[in-house]
C-alpha cells in the first residue's frame, strides 16, 4: 500500500515500518525590527552621543520571567526605551571599551517570605550595569555579559585646533534569548550561578 503526504502530516516508511507525522513546523521567532534591522532581546543598539553623554538603548527581555530593568530601574519595556550611559568618562583619543551587563542578586529570607534568586525587587532585582572592566561573580550578585560596546576616538589630520571622529561598534554576547539563571550557596561556599538561554 501507498501512503501519500498530505496538508498538515507527512509519512516516512523503512523496513522497520512506516511513521505518521502530525507535527507543525516551528513558528518563526516573534522579532521586530529596529529600521533595517531584526532586533532579538536583550540586544544593545543605537549607541550615540548625546550633549558631552554618550548612551545605548536595549530592547527588553527577561531573566527568570521578570523584564529586566536599566541602570537606573526603569523597565526596558517602557516607552520611549530608557537610556543607559556609556563611556561615562567619556572618550580619550584610541579605543575605549565598556562591557554591558545584566545583574542579579539575591533576597534573603525574612519571617515568613522565602529567599528569592533573582530578587523580586530592590538592588537584585535583575538590571542593567556598564563597566570599564569585567565583572566576577560573588555572594552578593551574579553578572552575565550580554555585550560589549567600543567607542573609537580619532585625530582628523591636518585640523587646527585638533578635531576628531568618533566611530562606535557593539559585539552581542548572547544569543537571540531571554535568560533563566539559578544560584547554588551551600554552607560557606562561595556562591556558584548558572546560567540558560529560554
Do not use: H
Not at 77 to 97: A, H, K, R, W, Y
Not at 137 to 151: P, Q, R
Amino acid at each position: 500500500m501507498s501512503i501519500q503526504p498530505g496538508v498538515g502530516y507527512t509519512f516516512t516508511s523503512s523496513s522497520l515500518g512506516t511513521n505518521f507525522n502530525i507535527e507543525k513546523p516551528w513558528a518563526p521567532w516573534a522579532n521586530y525590527n529596529l529600521g533595517d534591522e531584526e532586533v532579538c532581546p536583550l540586544t544593545t543598539y543605537n549607541v550615540r552621543k548625546s550633549g558631552e553623554a554618550y548612551y545605548v538603548n536595549i530592547t527588553p527581555g527577561m531573566v527568570n520571567n521578570l523584564v529586566v530593568k536599566s541602570d537606573d530601574g526603569v523597565l526596558l519595556t517602557n516607552d520611549p526605551p530608557p537610556d543607559i550611559q556609556v563611556f561615562s568618562d567619556g572618550l580619550t583619543e584610541g579605543t575605549t571599551t565598556n562591557y554591558i551587563y545584566i545583574r542579579c542578586g539575591n533576597s534573603a529570607s525574612s519571617g515568613s517570605t522565602p529567599a528569592y534568586y533573582p530578587a523580586r525587587s530592590g538592588e537584585g532585582y535583575p538590571c542593567i550595569r556598564v563597566s570599564a572592566d569585567d565583572k566576577i561573580d560573588n555572594d552578593e550578585y551574579s553578572w552575565i555579559m550580554i555585550a560589549v560596546v567600543t567607542g573609537t576616538k580619532t585625530a582628523i589630520p591636518d585640523t587646527e585646533p585638533v578635531e576628531y571622529t568618533e566611530t562606535f561598534a557593539i559585539t552581542k554576547t548572547i544569543g537571540c534569548n531571554s535568560l533563566w539563571t539559578e544560584r547554588f550557596k551551600c554552607g560557606t561556599s562561595s556562591a556558584i550561578y548558572w546560567w540558560s538561554a529560554v
